[in-house]
């Protein structure tokens, strides 16, 4: 069985101040780890993505995400973030290769930026 | 932007009605996907179809209905629900519905559902 935990509900961060939204997760064999954002009233923007190779992931909108197979973690980070980044973030994790495609997501955490 | 366009965006129907959402990929995805989201709740599988073929149903009451044309749509049929069934319906394509390196999973913005 996968499954994927973050730990906070909620992340407050000043505008300009670097960011980590944390998930760590568990799964029997390789993990392919997901971030998605989704802002109000919208549906989920995929981010970014870990399947192989390095073990810093950079994604859209100035996130990067660092895989830590040791610590079974991959957290999400900006070096300065935006009023606008405030939103629902959500980890996901499917096991590969060949596994089948069925995501498992985290509960989610709220980031809110404020000036 | 998402290339998974989902119509309408917001749906209020009564419990005797019936009603369809729509979905719509251009990225010569073969798999589609139906989530069911509620409020500041993770996105829960509903149905997915591989090559038009409906591969995995997640226990989804027979209320629900999907139904999938052709490779690039892919509706929802809502009949007799219960208003415990209002959420964000989200629709989404991937490549396939295998484990591939390559295979990323891409939302629609959602239908937003209120079942009165």
């Known amino acids: 069985a996968q499954s994927v935990a973050q730990p906070e509900d909620q992340v407050n961060v000043a505008e300009g101040n670097p960011l980590t939204v944390k998930c760590t997760y568990s799964?029997?064999?390789?993990?392919?780890l997901f971030w998605y954002v989704q802002y109000p009233n919208r549906g989920l923007q995929f981010l970014l993505k870990?399947?192989?190779?390095?073990?810093l992931v950079k994604g859209s909108y100035g996130f990067e995400a660092e895989f830590n197979k040791s610590q079974t973690s991959f957290h999400l980070k900006k070096p300065s973030a935006l009023v606008s980044d405030s939103a629902l973030y959500f980890c996901?994790?499917?096991?590969?290769?060949?596994?089948?495609?069925?995501?498992?997501f985290g509960t989610g955490t709220q980031l809110k930026v404020e000036l | 932007d998402t290339e998974v366009t989902q119509t309408p965006k917001h749906l209020v129907m009564g419990m005797t009605n019936k009603k369809s959402l729509k979905c719509e990929q251009h990225?010569?995805?073969?798999?589609m996907y139906w989530y069911k989201q509620k409020a500041k709740k993770p996105p829960e599988l509903m149905f997915v179809?591989?090559?038009?073929?409906?591969?995995i149903n997640e226990s989804v009451p027979s209320r629900f209905s999907p139904e999938c044309p052709n490779s690039s749509l892919l509706n929802l049929h809502l009949h007799a629900l219960q208003p415990e069934d209002s959420a964000l319906y989200l629709c989404?394509?991937?490549?396939?519905?295998?484990?591939?390196?390559?295979?990323?999973?891409?939302f629609g913005e959602g239908s937003w559902l209120t079942v009165v």
């Open positions: 989404a394509s991937s490549q396939s519905n295998r484990g591939g390196v390559g295979n990323t999973i891409y």
């Open positions: 990225m010569g995805h073969r798999a």
């Open positions: 799964v029997s064999g390789n993990p392919y």
């Open positions: 996901a994790v499917r096991e590969g290769p060949g596994g089948g495609n069925k995501l498992t």
């Open positions: 870990y399947i192989t190779g390095d073990n």
């Open positions: 179809y591989s090559y038009e073929k409906l591969s």
